[in-house]
């Protein structure tokens, strides 16, 4: 058994002391939610975590990239977050064409989503050996809601791919000027960019047309 899934059968066994069943259909994803333990301080959204993985020289297709992610656990607090990320793999410490992603508990990390259809990302392409300490400064800053757009954010994602790595923040309304403006400058406070880094955006009609993730971008300065 390695690392990750120790992690996950850790992770599904404290599920199952805090949790009831979501029978009201709103969740496609998952049978449960987990809950704060007693004391613990409450997130204001419960996240959960994916991983996927692939060989670069195959296609990718929305079904087999959605066969080949995985649900790795999910976070209800801030003791519980903390708790499960010390267990996980750092970002930089991964090989190949790896992600990890960080998404609000029911939204799928994926372009056709309900809830990121109509959205897009932000991208921030990282020279080897930042990607960890660039995720963690941003999941720290989405889970603390230091964006301040309300139910825009939709999750994060670091992708470690050979040449570089690159970090994406997706948000819910791609065509909202003022909320897509506000999140850039966030992100550029959270992770003390300098002035001149180049950011990207893109929309999640823009990767299903082309089929990719990080190709034909709009440059913001």
Known sequence: MNQLDRVIDEEEEEESQCCHDNSDGTNNNRRKTVCPAAGEHPLQYNYTFWYSRRTPSRPASSQSYEQNIRQIGTVASVEQFWRFYSHLVRPGDLSGHSDFHLFKEGIKPMWEDDSNRSGGKWIIRLRK???????????LAMLGEQFMVGEEICGAVVSIRFQEDILSIWNRTSSDQTTTSRIRDTLRRVLNLPANTIMEYKTHNDSLRDNSSFRNTKISL
């Open 129 to 139: 050996g930042l990607a960890s300490r660039f995720w963690e400064n941003i999941v």
